[in-house]
C-alpha cells in the first residue's frame, strides 16, 4: 500500500493498541508510503491553553468547567490517549516512521472574545509558542522509511 489514514482514532486507543495499529500500518506500506494522521484535541491545550482561555472568559462573566473534558458530552468515556505534538512524533518515530507534525488553529473560536482579546489571540496564533497550546487539531505526515 502506498497511504493509510488514521483520522480522529489515535484518541480512542490506548497506548498499547495505539502502538500495535502504528506498527501494523507500518507493516502493510511499502517503503516510502504515507500515513497521515489527524487526532484532537491537542493535550497541551487541554492541559495549558485552557486553563488561560478559562480565566479570560470567567472575567468575561461566562464560566467553564475545571475539567477542559467536561465541556463535551462524552470526551472523559471514550478519549483515552490524547496526544501533543511531541508524544505523537515520539510515537510515530518508535513505530520507525519519518515523521513531521504539527498543530492547526482552523478550529479556535475566536469569536467568543470580542475587540481586543480576539484581535491578540489571531495574532498570538501564529506565533509557534502560542499556537502550540491553543491549537486543538494535531496532523502529522508520516513515511515509512
Known amino acids: 500500500f502506498g497511504q493509510a489514514m488514521m483520522l480522529d482514532i489515535v484518541e480512542h486507543l490506548h497506548a498499547w493498541q495505539l502502538e500495535r495499529a502504528l506498527a501494523e500500518?507500518?507493516?502493510?506500506l511499502s517503503p516510502g508510503g504515507t500515513l497521515v494522521v489527524h487526532t484532537a484535541p491537542n493535550l497541551w491545550y487541554?492541559?495549558?491553553?485552557?486553563?488561560?482561555?478559562?480565566?479570560?472568559?470567567?472575567?468575561?462573566?461566562?464560566?467553564?468547567?475545571?475539567?477542559?473534558?467536561?465541556?463535551?458530552r462524552y470526551h472523559k468515556q471514550v478519549h483515552v490517549n490524547e496526544q501533543s505534538p511531541i508524544s505523537l512524533w515520539r510515537g510515530l518515530r518508535r513505530a520507525r516512521f519519518q515523521a513531521r507534525v504539527w498543530v492547526d488553529d482552523?478550529?479556535?473560536d475566536t469569536s467568543v472574545l470580542g475587540g481586543f482579546l480576539q484581535y491578540t489571540?489571531?495574532?498570538?496564533?501564529?506565533?509557534?509558542?502560542?499556537?502550540?497550546?491553543?491549537?486543538?487539531?494535531v496532523y502529522a505526515i508520516a513515511t515509512r522509511t
Open 25 to 28: 500500518v507500518y507493516r502493510v
Open 46 to 72: 487541554y492541559r495549558f491553553g485552557y486553563p488561560l482561555f478559562r480565566v479570560v472568559q470567567t472575567l468575561r462573566g461566562v464560566p467553564l468547567p475545571r475539567n477542559p473534558r467536561a465541556r463535551h
Open 106 to 108: 482552523s478550529r479556535v
Open 121 to 137: 489571540l489571531r495574532l498570538g496564533l501564529h506565533v509557534a509558542p502560542i499556537r502550540w497550546v491553543l491549537a486543538s487539531d
